[in-house]
């Protein structure tokens, strides 16, 4: 049988259990999901439930979808879920059971409040503020972080770096760099090696951590202590930007 996640339909009588039944009642009622995937041993995840999920605002604006928790570890979330490695990690999903966003590590509240409004946009829904998409970026929501700490976390768990990338949102060179550049294939084959980050240029979480470029975009890459190796400040195309891909493994 296919899961779920791979959004082939699955016969009702053959799902039982909080998650299955979360997912017979959105197809049921033709009501969108959203499925919080935790650990015990995460921080993060207890993090992200105290100051994000229980939030008034949050819990507003998740009105219209139907909430449910599942354990990273267990059968069903194996099951019916992509692959998740990372805790927390968030699914928003279609009644007819495609992911329509898939959100990792922690996010503050007005962060997460734009992706909740970002799967609306995607689902038909009406978003309870004029933030849209647009705020969010057109490269897929899989790769990305969008905070340091839980990117480094889940650098050192899987023993990889992190590349932080610095932009601002009006931008059309930034938009380039992330639709042209980080979008190539041999791009990403290059960067298998690190966690993606994605950040504002002046927001909160870029400077928390020194990340006050003149210019953006800026691409720091860091090992997952946070030890700088390389700070590509401006545009790149392909071809320069694999040299300073290379440089910064050449610092490794």
């Known amino acids: 049988m296919k899961k779920i996640a791979l959004l082939v339909y699955v016969p009702v009588l053959l799902m ?3 998650l299955k039944d979360a997912l017979i009642k959105a197809k049921r009622t033709h009501t969108p999901l959203m499925v919080y995937v935790m650990s015990d041993s995460c921080a993060y995840c207890a993090k992200m439930k105290k100051r994000t999920l229980n939030d008034e605002s949050v819990q507003k604006n998740m009105q ?5 928790k599942a354990d990273k570890n267990d059968k069903e979330t194996k099951q019916y879920l992509p692959k998740t490695r990372y805790t927390p990690t968030i699914y928003f999903i279609s009644p007819k059971f495609k992911v329509v966003n898939t959100v990792k590590g922690y996010l503050s509240k007005n962060d997460f409040n734009l ?5 609306k946009s995607k689902l038909g829904m009406s978003t309870s503020t004029t933030e849209t998409s647009t705020q969010i970026g057109s490269t897929k929501s899989e790769r990305w972080f969008y905070d340091i700490a839980s990117a480094e976390d889940y650098a050192k768990q899987v023993g990889k770096n992190v590349m932080v990338y610095v932009e601002n949102k009006r931008s059309k060179w930034s ?3 992330r639709t042209e550049t980080l979008s190539d294939k041999e791009v990403k084959d290059a960067l298998e ?3 993606w980050v994605k950040l504002q240029k002046g927001s909160a979480e ?3 951590y020194g990340l006050t470029p003149k210019l953006a975009p800026t691409v720091y890459f860091r090992k997952a202590d946070g030890t700088l190796l390389a700070a590509a400040k401006g545009f790149f195309g392909v071809k ?5 891909v290379n440089y910064a493994k050449s610092k490794l």
């Open 16 to 18: 039982s259990g909080e």
């Open 64 to 68: 219209g979808f139907i909430f449910v």
């Open 115 to 119: 992706w909740i409004n970002d799967s």
């Open 175 to 177: 938009k380039r760099m």
């Open 193 to 195: 090696n690190f966690v």
């Open 206 to 208: 870029a400077n928390a």
């Open 240 to 244: 320069d930007f694999l040299k300073w």
